[in-house]
């Protein structure tokens, strides 16, 4: 089953603001929809929301002849969320065929669909066999947000690649922390852990550093929604701190993203924009409050965990040991 | 009003498990009742603990005429959580006096809480001071948990600080993060700044380090369960990262406890007890669940900040500038 996808002149994504309690698709067929669906999260990830973008190019072309119109509605696909480059990327790419017409602007669409696809595969091999050569055969992993099938279209990232030490049986168990405020990891990575036959425990998201100073962790493996030139890495927020708590534990710290993900057109992480998405994510919880009535949260979406912290970047295409001075462009 | 007193032969607490919705006095007759409002959080924090333990001795020495279930009372009280040092020290000074009758078991109870009071209005105006020292004028804090009055008799101990502050109208403001699992932070910090009229901002626990990073926040600020002869700070799952966040961004990392926290008999963190509190407290939250069923988590509810990332303690006696090479012992 596909996260998104292209079905009979429409947009279907799983609704992920409905798991792990129901498994129900949406159908989006207007720009609208789309955007919608993006900014609530129903659809999320940094891959899928490069889907999102090109397939969101795709239904703007057939629903505005006028020019006018069109360039708005590229333009809100575009800027649906301001954080992951692939939103951007993925629309930008559809966008580039506009003049030679809607059915090629689909088709560079399922272009980046397809991609995306292949990539997951590319990058669950290249990442488990560095996992192996640096944590050997059975390794306590550390994951945090969600980076399986449900980020991307298929498979995943981080955790296409912990499906695939899984597989090879070469996985001692994972530590998944909650991620809140939208709790994506003890939604839809728990879910997805499951389905896999992982064995795993959930975290809340403080306690990572900690563990890992246990020596309950023997590496941390997560996803990015931005790489920066310098090899500065965009992420859910509690990723800086996850990586302030491999640094001292003396662990690996490992990013694992298409290519589609890296940006060398931004120097550094203090140029990337940071959504802050607002004070109700924090003051609820799963539908409780969790605050007094009219508190203020200061919410950030992202955090930046500079280039000095990173171990490697895993890609479809390479490793980037940054810990031994590869550069990314 | 007082968090935890002695009312009319027995125990009465404000119930922190119904905060902020309701304000519930308890009243505990029994050591049971006792052993039970502590394991399950109604009465928290550590100075609390402290007075709880010596109550609780106070209960049992009334209770058990019988030697050998007094005995078993008494350490019922002593062991009811492993991590505070506050809450087994609580009751030991108690039980010191049970050879010489109730009258003065209670009577050192009483002198417990009447410390613990007292302590309050001391560390608030030694760290406020030292506040203004290390940071200027108009500082904004980050805290963790709840050390508010909730957390002691009255007053508190980091929380006193930045009331005092507030009252010096030497602050800006606070960053006061959500404290998952049982969200301390987002419940009861949260209350007790707004009745101080204190401007503050929560943030899930995670977001604090990058909040760190940048520049939007002066100084952390918390309290500790227990500080190890080497300065080691054992505290609520969290302050770690926090530690970790703050000495990458520069800013002070500053504890805030009375002396009865100060364990100079245990030599460093890595020799406490850390409990794990079980599954059910991440897995649920005011009855909704964040994860789906048979999902198994990892909870301890405290960490150990080791001394190196700590700037300084303050205690109702004392700053200890562990920056500067001062020692505890």
């Not at 792990?20 to 669906?37: C, F, K, Q, Y």
Request: hydrophobic share 50%; charged share 25%.
């Amino acid at each position: 089953m596909r996260t998104i996808d292209w079905v009979d002149g429409a947009v279907e994504i799983i609704d992920q603001t409905a798991l792990p309690e129901h498994t129900r698709v949406l159908r989006l067929s207007t720009v609208d929809e789309l955007v919608d669906a993006i900014r609530r999260l129903a659809v999320r990830g940094a891959p899928a929301l490069g889907v999102a973008g090109a397939l969101g190019v795709a239904l703007a072309a057939r629903q505005y002849p006028d020019q006018a119109r069109l360039a708005a509605a590229v333009e809100a696909v575009r800027t649906a969320r301001p954080t992951a480059v692939n939103l951007a990327r993925g629309a930008n790419r559809a966008a580039a065929r506009l003049a030679r017409g809607r059915d090629a602007v689909l088709a560079e669409a399922l272009r980046v669909r397809d991609e995306e696809i292949a990539r997951s595969a590319a990058q669950a091999r290249l990442g488990a066999d560095l996992v192996t050569e640096l944590c050997g055969p059975a390794p306590r992993l550390l994951t945090h947000c969600n980076t399986g099938a449900l980020a991307a279209v298929v498979g995943g990232t981080a955790l296409s690649v912990v499906a695939e030490l899984h597989r090879r049986g070469a996985l001692r168990g994972v530590v998944a922390s909650e991620t809140r405020p939208l709790l994506q990891g003890a939604r839809l990575t728990a879910w997805e852990l499951r389905q896999l036959g992982v064995p795993f425990q959930l975290a809340v998201d403080s306690a990572g550093p900690f563990l890992m100073a246990r020596g309950e962790v023997d590496a941390v493996i997560l996803g990015a929604d931005r790489i920066c030139a310098n090899g500065d890495v965009v992420n859910k927020v509690g990723t800086y701190a996850h990586a302030l708590g491999a640094a001292r534990a003396g662990i690996p710290f490992l990013v694992v993203a298409p290519e589609s993900t890296v940006d060398t057109a931004t120097a550094e992480g203090a140029a990337v924009p940071i959504e802050d998405r607002g004070r109700d994510e924090v003051l609820h919880f799963h539908g409780a409050r969790t605050a007094p009535d009219g508190v203020d949260a200061v919410n950030p979406a992202f955090d930046v965990t500079p280039h000095d912290l990173v171990t490697a970047i895993v890609t479809d295409q390479r490793v980037i040991r940054l810990d031994k001075g590869d550069a990314l462009a």
